[in-house]
């Protein structure tokens, strides 16, 4: 099982989804930015190291949201760690693994086409306060 730490970065009361590379597995559906941990790595460790590497954004990582596990078909399951996260500066960097990123309400979560291991947590989003 793939251990893949996820972040909800709220800025404004704006939520961060990002959209992968059309280049990439599940190229163009749009996602909450994170990715694989590493060995001896802590899911707050890889959700700070992924964002400054595919986003060159540093990243605040706060409570924990939830876990949830995943199969895509043919693949590896996967297990995620989601965490609430903020941001001092909301424009990234880079976009090295992504086309491009948006701030959405959670109301307009709903006109986003996500990457189906994602759908759940937009779900839950949907319903949830946010954090300040």
């Known amino acids: 099982m793939k251990k893949i730490g996820m972040a909800v970065v709220v800025h404004n009361g704006k939520i961060l989804i990002a959209q992968r590379k059309k280049t990439m597995k599940q190229g163009g559906l749009w996602e909450f930015p994170g990715g694989k941990i590493e060995p001896g790595e802590t899911p707050v460790q890889c959700i700070q190291r992924e964002f400054m590497e595919e986003l060159g954004m540093t990243v605040h990582v706060g409570k924990y949201l939830n876990e949830m596990n995943y199969t895509y078909q043919g693949l590896d399951d996967f297990h995620f760690d989601t965490y609430w996260g903020t ?46």
């Open 87 to 132: 941001c001092d500066n909301p424009t990234p960097a880079k976009l090295d693994a992504h086309e491009q990123i948006a701030w959405v309400s959670q109301s307009e979560l709903d006109n986003y086409e996500f990457c189906p291991a994602d759908k759940p947590l937009v779900k839950e989003l949907k319903t949830m306060t946010l954090p300040d």
